[in-house]
């Protein structure tokens, strides 16, 4: 890792504005207000001095940076000579001129070509790697911490990159809360750490950083992933729109509560039900509350409880998993549980196979081909995830190339 450090004046910084990526994905969001930016105005109008920024060179012939450290400055910088917002109307008159209130274009000669001229300290990291950078990210971030998503999303690994991407689904239009400082990717790491724990379990920051660090190689297209999404998909087929209910811990629970019916019951199209009962939930819970505690629900008064403080702690969790999943099945009494046996056993196999005599019976993508007895799959006829049951008559031959394009479809 090599580092130059030079003046760069302010019109070549604004020149080369389009070769500068300021939002690198180890980066935060812009947060700077309107108050910061023009202060940061006032002191290069000033004269006075400025932090240093990193760039690191990503590109030569012509050159490309990325921005290590320094976002918020540099946009405050291209974002006044573009005329997009205006100095302090409170601000002092610098040598004899007023220019409160001013924009770029509209400052004296005199001052434009003082911003202009501006010596930008600007030190150029090359031959950096990925973990340098974000290794000197984090350094450079100290007295500013960083909230601990935005330190887990600066980490990298398999985890993290799952995590970002579940974060972009479209679910998340429909939750009334903010992605400042990448609540949905917190909101996504929770959900996986609950899937990978397999019950209720604690939450918190630092069970999530845990779950990043020994998770660097986790499979993205395994079957963990795979249940996180489809839960997700069901709970985006739920709730198409915006739904001001959809609280972060709500989120959660919903989460834990369909993961969990989708290992035991048949959910298939239960997606409105869901929803309606959700929301009727909901519903009755804002009425409880409404009433003298002498007469409120005992049920709903716990449940009030463990979703006012600590709604990243496993107890919480487990208490709203509860009482969640048995209001859910009241409402829904005759709602089907999978058999309760997911493989065929040995027994059945050989049974399965002798009846078929041995040939594919799905016929999706052979004419009933002669399978040998280790290579053949045991097929429900009616999928167990839609309540078939594990027994010889609902079984048949599939061949590899059927059993595929059935489970695919
Ligand atoms: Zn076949």
Redesign the pocket.
């Known amino acids: 890792m090599e580092l130059n450090k030079k003046p760069w004046p302010l019109a070549t910084v604004c020149g080369v504005k389009e070769r500068i990526d300021a939002r690198p994905d180890f980066q935060r969001p812009p947060v700077w207000k309107r108050g910061q930016k023009q202060f940061l105005i006032d002191t290069v109008l000033q004269n006075l001095d400025i932090p240093k920024l990193y760039w690191r060179k990503t590109g030569k012939n012509p050159d490309q940076y990325e921005v290590v450290d320094g976002q918020q400055r540099l946009r405050a910088i291209w974002e006044f000579h573009d005329g997009q917002f205006r100095l302090s109307s409170e601000m002092d008159a610098i040598d004899g001129h007023t220019i409160a209130g001013l924009t770029y274009s509209e400052l004296p000669d005199e001052l434009r070509i003082r911003f202009d001229t501006y010596p930008l300290d600007v030190v150029i990291v090359s031959d950096a790697d990925e973990d340098d950078v974000r290794d000197m990210f984090l350094r450079l971030q100290n007295g500013t911490p960083l909230k601990a998503q935005e330190k887990r999303n600066a980490m990298g690994g398999k985890m993290r990159d799952f995590v970002k991407d579940l974060a972009t689904d479209q679910f998340f239009t429909s939750v009334p809360f903010k992605d400042s400082r990448y609540t949905f990717d917190l909101v996504c790491a929770q959900m996986t750490l609950l899937e990978l724990s397999g019950k209720p379990c604690d939450v918190r920051n630092s069970d999530l950083n845990e779950m990043y660090a020994s998770n660097t190689s986790f499979e993205v297209n395994g079957p963990t992933a795979k249940k996180v999404r489809r839960v997700l998909s069901f709970l985006k087929t739920a709730f198409p729109e915006k739904t001001p209910e959809l609280e972060r811990y709500n989120v959660v629970s919903l989460y834990v509560l369909v993961s969990n019916l989708f290992e035991k019951f048949v959910m298939t199209d239960r997606e409105q039900d869901l929803k309606k009962w959700f929301l009727d939930f909901e519903t009755k819970r804002s009425q409880d509350e409404a009433l003298p505690d002498a007469n409120r629900d005992a049920e709903l008064l716990a449940y009030h409880d463990v979703i006012s403080h600590s709604t990243d702690n496993g107890w919480s969790i487990a208490k709203r998993y509860d009482v969640l999943s048995r209001s859910f099945l009241i409402a829904y009494p005759g709602i089907k549980q999978k058999d309760n046996q997911r493989e065929f056993t040995h027994e059945q196999r050989m049974a399965i196979f002798r009846r078929d005599g041995g040939r594919?019976q799905?016929?999706?993508?052979?004419d009933g081909?002669e399978c040998s007895w280790d290579n053949w799959h045991a097929d429900h006829k009616i999928p167990w995830s839609q309540g078939g049951f594990t027994v010889v008559e609902n079984g048949q031959v599939?061949?590899v190339?059927?059993n595929t394009t059935k489970s695919d479809s």
């Open positions: 594919c799905v016929r999706l993508k052979c081909a599939a061949c190339a059927c």
